[in-house]
């Protein structure tokens, strides 16, 4: 439930960017997690992790176009750790949802 309130929340306070920054934020957040994650499972500790993330906005119709992601990490980590992440990144749930997308079935409710 603390992560259903957490991203309530953080959606919030994104819903005044422009959908394509939310969009880019949302997805950036997923690959971090992605990294984070097995780190921790492993034991690789870090100090710092974050992103650079850069993309196309698209018109008609209006979307993100490609994107490009460069990973941070402190401290660096050996080269065979980076392969495996940068894997893993790309199997993030979001980048899957992007690169296979998903029927979207969007009705109002009924009373």
Known sequence: M??????????????WMPH????AAALGACIL????????LREISFERLSLELGYEELERPRRVGPLEVVL????????????????VARHATLVNTLARP?????????E
């Open 33 to 40: 997690e992605f990294v984070a994650n097995p780190c921790r």
């Open 102 to 110: 998903s029927e979207v079935d969007i009705r109002f409710a009924e």
């Open 20 to 23: 394509q920054r939310t969009e």
């Open 2 to 15: 603390a992560c259903a309130s957490w991203r309530r929340r953080m959606l919030t306070a994104w819903s």
């Open 72 to 87: 941070h990490i402190e401290p660096d980590l050996p080269d065979d750790v980076k392969r495996k992440s940068i894997g």
